[in-house]
């Protein structure tokens, strides 16, 4: 008499290969899902109205009275930026960290013939009245400045 086959290893372990199927699974996701949050945090930190708003507050002595020195940029900027060739528009909100304390850099602006234009650049510390950094034009686009 014959007797049948034991199980195989899969069918014996198959509880902890669904756990560690789906354990990768969700894992795969997450990184994924970082991977999109750092590209568009680093486009929007790469951008025009980023580093010139950055560059404004930096430059700022009120700023710098009301934050200290270094100013940093935080990590979790929020907004929208949408180019399309020279013209665009951005809106953005970006976390400023300084030995003082902390604020809000808040910018608003248009890119019109190739040219960032800015209505808003303003600077609201956790503590004190905002400090309005002026509007601007900056200066063309690095594109813009190589073409010839």
């Not at 013939?113 to 800015?118: H, K």
Request: glycine share 10%.
């Amino acid at each position: 008499m014959s007797h049948p086959a034991p199980p195989g290893w899969a069918r014996r372990n198959w509880k902890w290969l669904l756990a560690v199927g789906l354990v990768l699974a969700l894992g795969l996701l997450v990184a994924f899902a970082l991977a999109i949050v750092g590209f568009v945090f680093s486009m929007i930190k790469s951008s025009d109205p980023y580093r010139d708003g950055l560059a404004a507050a930096r430059s700022s002595p009120a700023v710098e009275a009301a934050l200290g020195r270094p100013i940093e940029a935080g990590y979790l900027v929020s907004g929208n930026i949408e180019v399309s060739g020279a013209s665009g528009e951005a809106v953005l909100s970006v976390p400023l960290l300084g030995p003082k304390g902390k604020a809000t850099l808040t910018i608003e602006g248009r890119k019109r013939a190739g040219r960032w234009e800015y209505s808003l650049l303003r600077v609201q510390p956790r503590v004190g009245a905002a400090i309005d950094l002026g509007t601007t034009a900056a200066a063309p686009t690095a594109t813009e400045a190589e073409a010839p």
